[in-house]
């Protein structure tokens, strides 16, 4: 079993102690858009309960954070045109997880998509605005 870092970045947007581009928040979870996205409207939907990975994380909100993808997902379809979403979601280093808050990756795109790299290249935070502003409106 993994052990919580409070400081990890995602706890950190939890806290509102770093901003995020927000598209959802509820009890249970919150998402935003991925800064650093593999395709136009990648997003990220996190439970509130820390949990590295799956695997700490308890089945009440492994449901809760399903819920708030599938709002995410059907809002990337109708708000930007996406004709399929990809959800990837990794745990541990050993299947490349960097950030040890759990997440799921919810993609517009395809699984071609998939086999870029993630986590390299920073988005314009005025384009990833627009995206989210379009996503929000199809909520
Ligand atoms: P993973 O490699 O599965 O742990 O994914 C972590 C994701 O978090 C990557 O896709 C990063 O681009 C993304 N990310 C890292 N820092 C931030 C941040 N401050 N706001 C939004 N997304 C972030």
């Known amino acids: 079993m993994s ?6 970045i ?16 509820d009890e249970h979870t919150l998402a935003f858009m991925d800064i650093m996205p593999q395709t136009e409207g990648h ?19 492994a449901a809760a954070c399903m819920a708030t993808v599938r709002k ?8 930007l045109g996406a004709d399929g979403v990809v959800l990837m979601q990794l745990n ?8 040890p808050h759990f997440h799921i990756h919810v993609i517009p795109g395809s699984l071609a998509d998939l086999r870029k790299p993630h ?13 989210a502003e379009k996503i929000i409106a199809a909520l």
Request: with cysteine; aromatic share 4%.
């Open 72 to 79: 995410i997902g059907n809002a990337q379809k109708k708000g």
């Open 3 to 8: 052990s919580y870092d409070p400081q990890n």
């Open 119 to 131: 986590a390299t290249h920073m988005a314009d935070t005025a384009h990833l605005k627009t995206l």
């Open 43 to 61: 997003a990220l939907v996190i439970p509130k309960e820390p949990a590295v990975t799956l695997f700490e994380l308890s089945d009440a909100a």
């Open 10 to 25: 995602f706890a950190k947007i939890l806290r509102g102690e770093i901003p995020c581009i927000k598209l959802h928040e």
């Open 92 to 99: 541990g280093p050993g299947a490349g997880q960097t950030v």
